[in-house]
C-alpha cells in the first residue's frame, strides 16, 4: 500500500538527486520501484516549450516521497526547484502544472536558453501503467503513456505521438536502439565498445535471421571482404532495420551495387544501405571510424 501524502513532513525534506540519468526506462523504474516500496512518487512531464529548450517535449523525472529524483526536464538549472514542487503536490494530494522561464512567476529561476517550458507534476496513484511501459520496452515495442489532467489519470497508450492529443498529453517511448556488428575485425570491437558506452543494445554475430531485426536496429557491416559481406547484407536488407550502413570506398560500393543488382536487388533496395559508412569519409583509424559510424546512427534515428 502505498503511503499517504501527509506522511511527508514539510521542512524536513531536502530534495537530492538519486542519480544522472535521462533514460527513460531508468526514470520509469525509478518510479515504479518506489510505488512497489510502498513509497510516494511523482512523474513530471515537460509538455510545453516556448522558445529553445535543453530537453524535447516529454522529457521526464521522477520524484520520491523521500526527496530523491532523477531525470531531466532542462538543462539542470530547474530540476531542484521541480523535485520541490512535486513535493508539495504529494504533500497537497493533487497534481499540479509549473511554468519556468518565460511567462513564469518565478523570475528568479532563469533558463539560460532564454525560452520557456510548462510542467506537469502527476502524482502515481498506480505502479500498473509504468510497469506496462516498462515490459512493452523489453519487449521491443514502442509504448506511451497517456496523462489527462482533469481526471489525474496516467494510462497506458499506443501509436500516438509525444504531444497534446485533445486534452490529454501522450508520451511515446520506444525501444533502446540494436546495434547489429557482425565480425570480429579491430573496427567491429572499437565500435561495439563505443556503442556500449553510448547506451546502444549492442549485438556481436557471425549470422544474422530475422527475427533479430526490428524497427529499433541499425546494422553496421564494418568488412573489408564482399565476399564475406554479401550474405548478412542481403539478410538485412530483407527485413527493415532503420539504418544500414557498410565500409568501404566509394568504388567498393559500385562493385556492392553490381553484386546486388545480379542476386536481384532492386535500386531502391540498394538505395537503403549506406556507403560509405560515417558521417565524415576517409576515417582511416577504428576510433575515428567508430565515431563517424555512430553518429551517423544516431542522426538516423533522430530523422525516424
Same mark, same amino acid.
Given at each position: 500500500?502505498?503511503?499517504?501524502?501527509?506522511l511527508?513532513? *514539510?521542512?524536513?525534506?531536502?530534495?537530492?538527486?538519486?542519480?544522472?540519468?535521462?533514460?527513460?526506462?531508468?526514470?520509469?523504474?525509478?518510479?515504479?520501484?518506489?510505488?512497489? %516500496?510502498?513509497?510516494?512518487?511523482?512523474l513530471?512531464?515537460?509538455?510545453?516549450?516556448?522558445?529553445?529548450?535543453?530537453? *524535447?517535449?516529454?522529457?521526464?523525472?521522477?520524484?520520491?516521497?523521500?526527496?530523491?529524483?532523477?531525470?531531466?526536464?532542462?538543462?539542470?538549472?530547474?530540476?531542484?526547484?521541480?523535485? #520541490?514542487?512535486?513535493?508539495?503536490?504529494?504533500?497537497?494530494?493533487?497534481?499540479?502544472?509549473?511554468?519556468?522561464?518565460?511567462?513564469? *512567476?518565478?523570475?528568479? $529561476?532563469?533558463? @539560460?536558453?532564454?525560452?520557456?517550458?510548462?510542467?506537469?507534476?502527476?502524482?502515481?496513484?498506480?505502479?500498473?501503467?509504468?510497469?506496462?511501459?516498462?515490459?512493452? !520496452?523489453?519487449?521491443?515495442q514502442?509504448?506511451?503513456?497517456?496523462?489527462?489532467?482533469?481526471?489525474?489519470?496516467?494510462?497506458?497508450?499506443?501509436?500516438? @505521438?509525444?504531444g497534446?492529443?485533445?486534452?490529454?498529453?501522450?508520451?511515446?517511448?520506444?525501444?533502446?536502439?540494436?546495434?547489429? $556488428? @557482425?565480425?570480429h575485425?579491430?573496427?567491429?570491437?572499437?565500435?561495439?565498445?563505443?556503442?556500449?558506452?553510448?547506451?546502444?543494445?549492442?549485438? $556481436?554475430?557471425?549470422?544474422?535471421?530475422?527475427?533479430?531485426?526490428?524497427?529499433?536496429? &541499425?546494422? !553496421?557491416?564494418?568488412?573489408?571482404?564482399?565476399?564475406?559481406?554479401?550474405?548478412?547484407?542481403?539478410?538485412a536488407?530483407?527485413?527493415? *532495420?532503420?539504418? $544500414?550502413?557498410?565500409?568501404?570506398?566509394?568504388?567498393?560500393?559500385?562493385?556492392?551495387?553490381? &553484386? !546486388?543488382?545480379?542476386?536481384? #536487388?532492386?535500386?531502391?533496395?540498394?538505395?537503403?544501405?549506406?556507403? @560509405?559508412?560515417?558521417?565524415?569519409?576517409?576515417?582511416?583509424?577504428?576510433?575515428?571510424? &567508430?565515431?563517424?559510424?555512430? %553518429?551517423?546512427?544516431?542522426?538516423?534515428?533522430?530523422?525516424?
Amino acid at each position: 500500500m502505498l503511503q499517504h501524502a501527509s506522511l511527508i513532513e *514539510p521542512g524536513l525534506l531536502n530534495p537530492e538527486q538519486a542519480f544522472l540519468t535521462d533514460d527513460s526506462r531508468e526514470i520509469l523504474r525509478f518510479a515504479a520501484d518506489a510505488l512497489t %516500496a510502498g513509497m510516494t512518487a511523482a512523474l513530471v512531464t515537460l509538455v510545453e516549450i516556448r522558445g529553445g529548450a535543453a530537453r *524535447p517535449l516529454g522529457a521526464q523525472m521522477a520524484v520520491r516521497g523521500d526527496g530523491q529524483y532523477c531525470g531531466f526536464v532542462s538543462g539542470g538549472c530547474v530540476e531542484s526547484a521541480v523535485a #520541490w514542487e512535486a513535493l508539495e503536490a504529494m504533500l497537497d494530494g493533487e497534481d499540479r502544472t509549473v511554468v519556468y522561464g518565460e511567462g513564469s *512567476p518565478y523570475f528568479d $529561476i532563469v533558463l @539560460p536558453c532564454g525560452g520557456g517550458i510548462t510542467l506537469t507534476v502527476h502524482i502515481l496513484r498506480a505502479v500498473q501503467p509504468l510497469l506496462a511501459v516498462l515490459n512493452s !520496452l523489453e519487449q521491443r515495442q514502442t509504448t506511451g503513456l497517456r496523462y489527462s489532467p482533469g481526471a489525474q489519470t496516467l494510462t497506458s497508450s499506443q501509436h500516438q @505521438p509525444t504531444g497534446w492529443h485533445g486534452e490529454d498529453f501522450v508520451v511515446n517511448y520506444r525501444p533502446c536502439v540494436r546495434v547489429m $556488428i @557482425p565480425g570480429h575485425s579491430l573496427e567491429a570491437q572499437v565500435t561495439a565498445r563505443m556503442a556500449q558506452a553510448a547506451g546502444f543494445d549492442v549485438h $556481436i554475430c557471425d549470422s544474422f535471421n530475422s527475427k533479430m531485426f526490428d524497427a529499433d536496429t &541499425a546494422v !553496421l557491416l564494418l568488412y573489408h571482404d564482399l565476399h564475406r559481406e554479401l550474405p548478412l547484407l542481403q539478410a538485412a536488407l530483407a527485413a527493415q *532495420p532503420f539504418y $544500414i550502413g557498410a565500409l568501404g570506398s566509394r568504388r567498393t560500393h559500385e562493385k556492392r551495387v553490381a &553484386a !546486388l543488382v545480379e542476386a536481384g #536487388w532492386s535500386q531502391q533496395d540498394i538505395a537503403r544501405i549506406k556507403a @560509405p559508412i560515417g558521417i565524415f569519409p576517409k576515417a582511416r583509424d577504428a576510433h575515428s571510424l &567508430a565515431l563517424s559510424v555512430l %553518429a551517423d546512427v544516431a542522426a538516423a534515428r533522430h530523422a525516424v
